[in-house]
């Protein structure tokens, strides 16, 4: 053998060898380190699947809450996009953390503004008379809705993933 074929030979040992390392690093790591895969939900298994933050959920106050938001809200609002009114996404937090007045909770003012915004404005809570100036228009009432009813449209505009959903 002579010294270029020698080298030639020691070439493809190093190669092999190298390509040897790789499958089996490879082999090793596969698919074990990949996230698990989230099983799509659909709107057939009511209450199953429990909601992660990129997932639309499928129970039905969900989708109750989406019926509502679309025939009385959608018209001004969008859950994540400002429109005539505010987005929604976050407003429970908004309001949680408008804290306490006259023996109501944050969350029992928002409430009270979803069914009557003159309500919480009349009683001066601070950040209804905020959140009026927000818009030159005015927000309907809705004193047909049930403390339920309100509870699933916050779950609906609540949900991170709701634009892939919308109405
Ligand atoms: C005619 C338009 C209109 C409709 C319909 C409407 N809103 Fe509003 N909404 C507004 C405006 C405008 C504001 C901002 C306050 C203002 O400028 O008077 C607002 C404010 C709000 C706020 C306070 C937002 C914040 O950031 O604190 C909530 C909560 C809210 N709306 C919920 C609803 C829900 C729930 C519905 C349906 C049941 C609804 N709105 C229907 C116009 C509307």
Redesign the pocket.
Same mark, same amino acid.
């Given at each position: 053998m002579n010294q270029s074929k020698k080298q030639l030979v020691e070439l493809a040992v190093i190669i092999l060898f190298i390509l040897g390392i790789s499958a089996l690093i490879w082999n090793i790591t596969p698919y074990s380190s990949m996230p698990a895969r989230v099983a799509p939900t659909t709107g057939t298994t009511a209450d199953a699947t429990p909601a992660t933050a990129n997932q639309v959920p499928a129970d039905k106050q969900w989708s109750h809450g989406r019926e +509502?938001?679309k025939n009385? %809200? &959608?018209? %001004?609002?969008n859950p994540k996009v400002a429109q005539?009114?505010? &987005?929604?996404i976050?407003?429970t937090k908004? $309001?949680e953390d408008?804290g306490s007045y006259q023996g109501k909770t944050g969350k029992q003012w +928002?409430y009270a $503004? =979803?069914k009557n $915004?003159h309500d919480p404005v009349d009683a001066k809570y601070p950040? &209804?008379v905020g @959140?009026?100036?927000?818009?030159?228009? #005015?927000?309907?009432t #809705?004193t047909n +809705?049930k403390d339920e009813? =309100?509870d699933a @449209? +916050?779950h609906y505009?609540e949900t991170p993933a709701v634009a892939q959903a919308l109405p």
């Open positions: +509502l938001f009385n %809200c &959608a018209s %001004c609002h005539t009114g505010p &987005a929604l976050g407003v908004r $309001w408008g +928002l $503004w =979803i $915004w950040y &209804a @959140i009026q100036n927000y818009s030159p228009s #005015f927000m309907n #809705f +809705l009813d =309100i @449209i +916050l505009v």
